[in-house]
Protein backbone atom coordinates (compact mmCIF):
# COMPACT_ATOMS: atom_id res chain seq x y z
CA UNK A 1 0.00 0.00 0.00
CA UNK A 2 2.97 2.24 0.97
CA UNK A 3 4.49 1.38 -2.39
CA UNK A 4 1.47 2.65 -4.42
CA UNK A 5 0.88 5.72 -2.42
CA UNK A 6 4.97 6.78 -2.80
CA UNK A 7 4.01 5.90 -6.43
CA UNK A 8 1.32 8.28 -6.60
CA UNK A 9 2.61 10.93 -4.96
CA UNK A 10 6.00 10.87 -7.78
CA UNK A 11 3.44 11.45 -10.29
CA UNK A 12 1.46 14.44 -8.61
CA UNK A 13 4.94 15.87 -8.19
CA UNK A 14 6.21 15.57 -11.92
CA UNK A 15 2.61 16.70 -13.01
CA UNK A 16 3.80 20.12 -11.71
CA UNK A 17 7.16 20.40 -13.40
CA UNK A 18 5.05 21.74 -16.39
CA UNK A 19 7.98 21.61 -19.43
CA UNK A 20 8.08 18.05 -19.14
CA UNK A 21 7.36 17.50 -22.94
CA UNK A 22 9.09 14.87 -25.01
CA UNK A 23 8.87 17.47 -27.60
CA UNK A 24 12.62 17.05 -29.09
CA UNK A 25 14.43 20.62 -29.84
CA UNK A 26 14.90 19.77 -33.85
CA UNK A 27 11.41 20.32 -33.79
CA UNK A 28 11.41 24.12 -31.87
CA UNK A 29 14.77 25.53 -33.10
CA UNK A 30 17.60 25.82 -35.27
CA UNK A 31 21.30 26.93 -34.10
CA UNK A 32 22.26 29.40 -36.58
CA UNK A 33 25.52 30.83 -34.89
CA UNK A 34 27.63 29.65 -31.62
CA UNK A 35 29.89 32.88 -30.65
CA UNK A 36 32.88 32.00 -28.39
CA UNK A 37 32.90 35.76 -26.05
CA UNK A 38 36.02 34.51 -24.27
CA UNK A 39 34.47 33.53 -20.93
CA UNK A 40 30.83 34.18 -19.69
CA UNK A 41 28.10 36.39 -21.81
CA UNK A 42 25.83 37.88 -19.49
CA UNK A 43 23.73 39.73 -21.12
CA UNK A 44 22.54 40.81 -24.49
CA UNK A 45 20.48 43.60 -26.88
CA UNK A 46 20.38 44.49 -29.94
CA UNK A 47 18.56 46.66 -32.96
CA UNK A 48 17.78 45.68 -36.62
CA UNK A 49 21.84 46.44 -37.79
CA UNK A 50 23.63 45.61 -34.47
CA UNK A 51 24.04 43.22 -31.27
CA UNK A 52 25.77 44.30 -27.73
CA UNK A 53 26.94 41.33 -25.09
CA UNK A 54 27.85 42.20 -22.13
CA UNK A 55 30.53 39.63 -21.40
CA UNK A 56 31.27 40.14 -17.82
CA UNK A 57 35.19 40.44 -17.53
CA UNK A 58 35.99 40.46 -20.72
CA UNK A 59 34.15 43.85 -20.71
CA UNK A 60 31.00 44.53 -24.03
CA UNK A 61 31.12 43.37 -27.62
CA UNK A 62 29.52 45.21 -30.38
CA UNK A 63 28.38 42.84 -33.50
CA UNK A 64 27.03 44.04 -36.99
CA UNK A 65 23.98 41.77 -37.58
CA UNK A 66 23.39 39.99 -40.56
CA UNK A 67 19.18 39.53 -41.47
CA UNK A 68 17.92 38.15 -44.54
CA UNK A 69 14.39 39.69 -46.01
CA UNK A 70 12.47 37.57 -42.90
CA UNK A 71 14.55 39.87 -40.25
CA UNK A 72 16.20 36.37 -39.12
CA UNK A 73 19.97 36.26 -38.14
CA UNK A 74 22.07 34.57 -40.78
CA UNK A 75 25.46 35.96 -39.51
CA UNK A 76 27.01 38.41 -36.91
CA UNK A 77 30.54 40.20 -37.36
CA UNK A 78 32.63 40.96 -34.42
CA UNK A 79 33.72 45.22 -34.58
CA UNK A 80 34.11 46.39 -31.23
CA UNK A 81 35.09 45.14 -28.11
CA UNK A 82 36.10 47.33 -25.06
CA UNK A 83 37.29 44.85 -22.45
CA UNK A 84 39.75 47.03 -20.47
CA UNK A 85 36.37 49.67 -19.51
CA UNK A 86 38.40 50.93 -16.03
CA UNK A 87 41.03 48.42 -14.77
CA UNK A 88 42.15 50.31 -11.88
CA UNK A 89 38.35 50.71 -10.51
CA UNK A 90 36.61 47.65 -8.79
CA UNK A 91 36.29 44.61 -10.80
CA UNK A 92 35.90 45.80 -14.69
CA UNK A 93 32.81 44.14 -15.41
CA UNK A 94 30.24 44.78 -18.06
CA UNK A 95 27.00 42.68 -16.38
CA UNK A 96 23.77 44.27 -18.06
CA UNK A 97 23.19 46.31 -21.36
CA UNK A 98 19.98 48.35 -22.44
CA UNK A 99 19.91 49.93 -25.74
CA UNK A 100 18.25 52.78 -27.07
CA UNK A 101 16.77 52.07 -30.11
CA UNK A 102 16.22 56.00 -30.80
CA UNK A 103 19.64 57.61 -29.91
CA UNK A 104 21.20 54.66 -30.85
CA UNK A 105 23.56 54.81 -27.55
CA UNK A 106 24.14 51.43 -25.30
CA UNK A 107 23.77 51.94 -21.57
CA UNK A 108 26.45 49.22 -19.94
CA UNK A 109 26.06 48.59 -16.20
CA UNK A 110 29.47 47.18 -14.18
CA UNK A 111 26.99 46.17 -11.36
CA UNK A 112 28.63 48.57 -8.12
CA UNK A 113 31.00 50.28 -10.31
CA UNK A 114 29.87 52.17 -13.47
CA UNK A 115 27.10 52.66 -15.85
CA UNK A 116 29.31 53.16 -19.28
CA UNK A 117 27.80 54.89 -22.55
CA UNK A 118 28.19 53.57 -25.73
CA UNK A 119 27.04 55.40 -29.06
CA UNK A 120 27.11 52.77 -31.90
CA UNK A 121 26.08 54.89 -34.54
CA UNK A 122 27.64 55.18 -37.85
CA UNK A 123 30.38 57.94 -37.48
CA UNK A 124 29.58 58.88 -33.61
CA UNK A 125 31.95 60.95 -32.20
CA UNK A 126 32.15 58.78 -28.32
CA UNK A 127 31.79 60.94 -25.54
CA UNK A 128 35.00 62.01 -23.50
CA UNK A 129 32.97 61.49 -20.34
CA UNK A 130 31.64 58.16 -21.34
CA UNK A 131 30.00 57.32 -18.00
CA UNK A 132 26.86 58.38 -15.67
CA UNK A 133 27.93 59.77 -12.51
CA UNK A 134 26.77 58.79 -9.28
CA UNK A 135 23.63 59.90 -7.77
CA UNK A 136 22.26 60.44 -4.32
CA UNK A 137 25.64 58.58 -3.17
CA UNK A 138 24.26 55.28 -4.32
CA UNK A 139 26.31 52.21 -6.24
CA UNK A 140 24.41 51.03 -8.94
CA UNK A 141 22.40 47.36 -8.69
CA UNK A 142 20.05 47.77 -11.75
CA UNK A 143 19.60 50.14 -14.79
CA UNK A 144 15.96 50.62 -17.03
CA UNK A 145 15.32 53.65 -20.05
CA UNK A 146 12.67 55.37 -20.89
CA UNK A 147 13.54 56.24 -24.48
CA UNK A 148 11.88 59.15 -25.54
CA UNK A 149 12.20 60.91 -29.24
CA UNK A 150 14.25 63.58 -27.83
CA UNK A 151 15.53 62.41 -24.70
CA UNK A 152 16.33 59.76 -22.77
CA UNK A 153 15.01 59.03 -18.71
CA UNK A 154 17.73 56.52 -17.45
CA UNK A 155 15.77 55.19 -13.90
CA UNK A 156 18.66 53.47 -11.61
CA UNK A 157 18.43 51.06 -8.50
CA UNK A 158 20.96 52.29 -6.07
CA UNK A 159 22.15 50.89 -2.90
CA UNK A 160 23.33 53.43 -0.47
CA UNK A 161 25.84 50.88 0.98
CA UNK A 162 28.63 53.10 0.44
CA UNK A 163 26.87 56.36 1.23
CA UNK A 164 28.60 57.65 4.79
CA UNK A 165 29.99 60.86 5.07
CA UNK A 166 33.36 61.67 7.08
CA UNK A 167 31.48 61.26 10.44
CA UNK A 168 30.03 57.73 9.16
CA UNK A 169 26.53 59.65 8.49
CA UNK A 170 24.51 58.29 5.47
CA UNK A 171 23.94 60.66 2.47
CA UNK A 172 20.26 61.99 2.85
CA UNK A 173 17.71 60.57 4.70
CA UNK A 174 18.31 56.64 3.81
CA UNK A 175 19.04 53.87 6.00
CA UNK A 176 22.37 52.19 5.58
CA UNK A 177 22.39 49.27 2.74
CA UNK A 178 19.05 50.40 1.66
CA UNK A 179 18.08 50.96 -2.12
CA UNK A 180 16.24 53.94 -4.14
CA UNK A 181 15.32 54.77 -7.50
CA UNK A 182 16.65 57.42 -8.70
CA UNK A 183 17.11 58.77 -12.87
CA UNK A 184 18.39 61.68 -14.66
CA UNK A 185 16.77 63.25 -18.07
CA UNK A 186 19.25 62.97 -20.62
CA UNK A 187 19.10 65.33 -23.70
CA UNK A 188 23.00 65.32 -25.32
CA UNK A 189 22.31 62.86 -27.02
CA UNK A 190 23.04 63.87 -30.65
CA UNK A 191 25.49 61.71 -33.09
CA UNK A 192 28.36 64.87 -32.70
CA UNK A 193 27.94 65.37 -29.08
CA UNK A 194 31.30 64.68 -27.71
CA UNK A 195 31.69 65.86 -24.02
CA UNK A 196 29.40 64.31 -22.12
CA UNK A 197 25.98 62.57 -22.11
CA UNK A 198 24.82 64.69 -18.76
CA UNK A 199 25.49 67.92 -20.21
CA UNK A 200 22.30 70.20 -19.92
CA UNK A 201 20.64 67.27 -18.50
CA UNK A 202 17.39 67.81 -16.73
CA UNK A 203 16.77 66.21 -13.79
CA UNK A 204 20.39 66.26 -13.22
CA UNK A 205 20.03 63.45 -10.22
CA UNK A 206 16.58 62.82 -9.03
CA UNK A 207 15.50 61.10 -6.15
CA UNK A 208 12.41 59.38 -6.54
CA UNK A 209 11.32 56.52 -3.90
CA UNK A 210 13.44 54.86 -1.14
CA UNK A 211 13.24 51.19 -0.73
CA UNK A 212 14.79 48.42 1.75
CA UNK A 213 17.81 46.01 1.07
CA UNK A 214 16.18 43.47 -0.97
CA UNK A 215 15.42 44.98 -3.98
CA UNK A 216 17.81 43.80 -6.78
CA UNK A 217 16.32 44.01 -9.85
CA UNK A 218 14.20 46.67 -11.88
CA UNK A 219 12.34 46.57 -15.71
CA UNK A 220 10.16 49.90 -17.25
CA UNK A 221 7.59 49.51 -19.73
CA UNK A 222 4.73 51.60 -20.57
CA UNK A 223 4.76 53.90 -17.55
CA UNK A 224 5.39 51.69 -15.01
CA UNK A 225 8.49 50.75 -13.21
CA UNK A 226 8.53 47.24 -11.62
CA UNK A 227 10.88 46.66 -8.92
CA UNK A 228 11.96 43.08 -6.99
CA UNK A 229 11.43 42.70 -3.52
CA UNK A 230 13.23 39.72 -2.91
CA UNK A 231 11.27 36.93 -1.42
CA UNK A 232 8.65 39.37 -0.78
CA UNK A 233 7.31 39.69 -4.13
CA UNK A 234 7.26 42.59 -5.82
CA UNK A 235 6.61 46.22 -6.04
CA UNK A 236 5.47 48.52 -9.22
CA UNK A 237 5.63 52.55 -9.43
CA UNK A 238 3.72 54.86 -11.72
CA UNK A 239 5.23 57.24 -13.61
CA UNK A 240 3.87 60.90 -13.86
CA UNK A 241 3.45 62.50 -17.05
CA UNK A 242 3.01 66.38 -15.46
CA UNK A 243 5.19 68.25 -12.40
CA UNK A 244 4.14 67.63 -9.11
CA UNK A 245 4.07 68.95 -5.94
CA UNK A 246 2.43 67.02 -3.51
CA UNK A 247 2.18 67.53 0.39
CA UNK A 248 2.02 64.80 3.47
CA UNK A 249 -0.73 62.71 2.29
CA UNK A 250 0.21 62.77 -1.25
CA UNK A 251 -2.14 65.40 -2.49
CA UNK A 252 -1.50 67.95 -4.77
CA UNK A 253 -0.62 71.88 -3.18
CA UNK A 254 -2.88 74.25 -5.05
CA UNK A 255 -0.57 76.64 -4.72
CA UNK A 256 2.24 75.32 -6.85
CA UNK A 257 2.23 76.54 -10.53
CA UNK A 258 5.26 74.79 -12.37
CA UNK A 259 7.12 76.97 -14.52
CA UNK A 260 9.29 74.60 -16.77
CA UNK A 261 12.42 75.07 -15.08
CA UNK A 262 12.96 71.84 -12.81
CA UNK A 263 15.64 73.16 -10.57
CA UNK A 264 13.72 76.76 -9.58
CA UNK A 265 10.35 74.86 -9.24
CA UNK A 266 11.93 71.96 -7.10
CA UNK A 267 12.89 74.91 -4.93
CA UNK A 268 9.60 76.41 -5.02
CA UNK A 269 7.76 73.42 -4.33
CA UNK A 270 10.11 72.10 -1.16
CA UNK A 271 11.03 75.30 0.57
CA UNK A 272 10.20 75.97 4.28
CA UNK A 273 10.01 79.50 3.81
CA UNK A 274 10.19 81.82 0.50
CA UNK A 275 12.32 84.85 -0.05
CA UNK A 276 9.95 86.91 2.32
CA UNK A 277 10.30 84.62 4.97
CA UNK A 278 6.83 83.39 4.39
CA UNK A 279 5.76 80.16 5.10
CA UNK A 280 6.60 77.45 2.01
CA UNK A 281 5.10 74.96 0.02
CA UNK A 282 6.72 72.42 1.99
CA UNK A 283 5.95 69.55 -0.53
CA UNK A 284 7.54 66.78 -2.11
CA UNK A 285 8.64 67.63 -5.61
CA UNK A 286 8.91 65.43 -8.94
CA UNK A 287 9.19 66.08 -12.02
CA UNK A 288 7.68 65.04 -15.50
CA UNK A 289 8.86 61.56 -16.31
CA UNK A 290 9.25 60.34 -12.92
CA UNK A 291 7.50 58.74 -10.37
CA UNK A 292 4.52 59.35 -7.59
CA UNK A 293 5.86 58.98 -4.52
CA UNK A 294 4.24 55.92 -3.08
CA UNK A 295 3.78 52.37 -4.35
CA UNK A 296 1.71 52.27 -7.11
CA UNK A 297 1.01 48.00 -6.42
CA UNK A 298 3.00 45.42 -4.12
CA UNK A 299 2.38 41.84 -4.54
CA UNK A 300 3.88 38.79 -2.74
CA UNK A 301 5.17 35.87 -4.52
CA UNK A 302 5.83 31.91 -3.47
CA UNK A 303 9.65 33.00 -3.92
CA UNK A 304 12.48 35.36 -4.34
CA UNK A 305 12.29 37.33 -7.14
CA UNK A 306 15.72 37.07 -9.34
CA UNK A 307 14.24 38.39 -12.50
CA UNK A 308 11.74 40.80 -13.94
CA UNK A 309 9.99 41.83 -16.95
CA UNK A 310 6.88 44.53 -17.30
CA UNK A 311 4.87 44.41 -20.66
CA UNK A 312 2.01 46.84 -20.75
CA UNK A 313 0.20 45.94 -17.60
CA UNK A 314 1.47 42.20 -17.16
CA UNK A 315 4.62 42.08 -14.64
CA UNK A 316 6.46 38.97 -15.19
CA UNK A 317 8.80 37.68 -12.33
CA UNK A 318 11.17 34.85 -12.44
CA UNK A 319 11.71 33.36 -9.08
CA UNK A 320 14.80 31.58 -7.76
CA UNK A 321 15.11 27.74 -6.28
CA UNK A 322 12.75 26.72 -8.86
CA UNK A 323 9.63 28.26 -8.37
CA UNK A 324 9.49 29.25 -11.44
CA UNK A 325 7.57 32.00 -13.06
CA UNK A 326 4.56 34.15 -11.88
CA UNK A 327 2.43 36.35 -14.46
CA UNK A 328 0.50 39.26 -12.60
CA UNK A 329 -2.24 41.35 -14.87
CA UNK A 330 -2.66 44.61 -13.12
CA UNK A 331 -5.86 46.89 -13.50
CA UNK A 332 -5.41 50.72 -13.38
CA UNK A 333 -5.65 51.17 -9.65
CA UNK A 334 -2.86 48.13 -9.58
CA UNK A 335 -4.73 45.84 -8.12
CA UNK A 336 -3.78 42.23 -9.42
CA UNK A 337 -7.08 40.81 -11.54
CA UNK A 338 -5.11 37.73 -12.54
CA UNK A 339 -2.54 35.76 -11.75
CA UNK A 340 -0.80 32.63 -13.55
CA UNK A 341 2.43 30.66 -12.70
CA UNK A 342 4.12 28.49 -15.26
CA UNK A 343 7.55 26.81 -15.32
CA UNK A 344 7.30 25.74 -11.77
CA UNK A 345 10.17 23.50 -11.05
CA UNK A 346 12.72 25.76 -12.42
CA UNK A 347 14.66 28.50 -11.65
CA UNK A 348 14.01 31.47 -13.80
CA UNK A 349 17.10 34.17 -14.21
CA UNK A 350 15.72 36.22 -16.51
CA UNK A 351 12.64 36.73 -18.83
CA UNK A 352 11.85 37.51 -22.81
CA UNK A 353 8.75 38.37 -24.91
CA UNK A 354 8.66 39.36 -28.27
CA UNK A 355 6.38 38.25 -31.34
CA UNK A 356 4.12 36.27 -29.70
CA UNK A 357 7.47 34.25 -27.90
CA UNK A 358 7.80 34.06 -24.21
CA UNK A 359 11.04 32.83 -23.14
CA UNK A 360 12.69 32.06 -19.87
CA UNK A 361 16.29 31.36 -18.75
CA UNK A 362 16.43 28.92 -16.54
CA UNK A 363 20.74 28.43 -15.94
CA UNK A 364 21.49 24.47 -16.01
CA UNK A 365 17.55 23.67 -18.09
CA UNK A 366 19.01 25.74 -20.39
CA UNK A 367 15.56 27.70 -22.03
CA UNK A 368 12.04 27.18 -21.80
CA UNK A 369 9.93 28.76 -24.70
CA UNK A 370 6.25 29.62 -24.79
CA UNK A 371 3.63 30.75 -27.25
CA UNK A 372 2.77 33.73 -25.85
CA UNK A 373 -1.20 34.87 -26.61
CA UNK A 374 -1.31 38.27 -24.34
CA UNK A 375 -2.58 38.68 -20.63
CA UNK A 376 -1.76 35.81 -19.14
CA UNK A 377 -1.89 33.03 -21.83
CA UNK A 378 0.69 30.88 -22.79
CA UNK A 379 1.34 27.67 -24.15
CA UNK A 380 4.68 25.37 -23.59
CA UNK A 381 6.07 25.04 -26.83
CA UNK A 382 9.76 23.22 -25.60
CA UNK A 383 12.68 23.23 -24.22
CA UNK A 384 15.91 24.31 -25.59
CA UNK A 385 19.24 22.77 -23.70
CA UNK A 386 22.31 24.71 -23.54
CA UNK A 387 25.28 25.64 -21.63
CA UNK A 388 24.47 27.36 -17.96
CA UNK A 389 21.93 29.78 -19.57
CA UNK A 390 22.42 33.50 -18.20
CA UNK A 391 19.88 35.13 -20.08
CA UNK A 392 17.54 35.17 -23.08
CA UNK A 393 16.37 37.37 -25.66
CA UNK A 394 13.48 37.33 -28.05
CA UNK A 395 13.53 39.25 -31.07
CA UNK A 396 11.28 38.26 -33.89
CA UNK A 397 11.72 34.74 -34.48
CA UNK A 398 15.46 35.30 -33.13
CA UNK A 399 16.09 33.49 -30.34
CA UNK A 400 19.54 34.71 -28.18
CA UNK A 401 20.57 33.08 -25.38
CA UNK A 402 23.75 34.19 -23.38
CA UNK A 403 25.68 31.31 -21.72
CA UNK A 404 29.07 30.51 -19.61
CA UNK A 405 30.24 29.29 -22.44
CA UNK A 406 29.46 32.54 -24.99
CA UNK A 407 25.94 33.48 -27.34
CA UNK A 408 24.04 31.14 -28.92
CA UNK A 409 21.37 32.42 -31.43
CA UNK A 410 18.42 30.01 -32.70
CA UNK A 411 15.91 30.51 -35.19
CA UNK A 412 12.62 29.69 -33.95
CA UNK A 413 10.70 27.07 -36.68
Known amino acids: MKFFIYLIIICLFSACIEPNDPISEDDIVDLVVYQDTYGEALDVDLTDDVMIVAANYQGFIVYDLDRNS ?3 ITGIDSIYNDFDMASDMGDNRAQQVTISDNHEIAFITDIYDRIWIYKFEENANQYVDNYLSDCYGGTWLSTAIDDQLDHINVFSLVKHSSSEDDNGETIGDFDQYSTSIVWKGLSSVGISNEISIEEGASPGCEFSYNFGILPEVIDFNNGLLAVSNGELGVNVLKQTNQDLCLDDFNMPIDEFVPTGDIANDKIICQQEYDQYYNPGLNG ?11 IFSSFDLPGEVSSILVRDSIIFAGLSTSNGCYMSL ?8 DKLSIANGYTINNISEDNGYLALSSGHDGVLLYKYFGGTNTQFIGQINTPYSNNVKVDGNNLIVSTEDGLYIYLIK
Open 284 to 294: NYEPSGGFYPY
Open 330 to 337: LDNDGIVL
Open 70 to 72: QNN
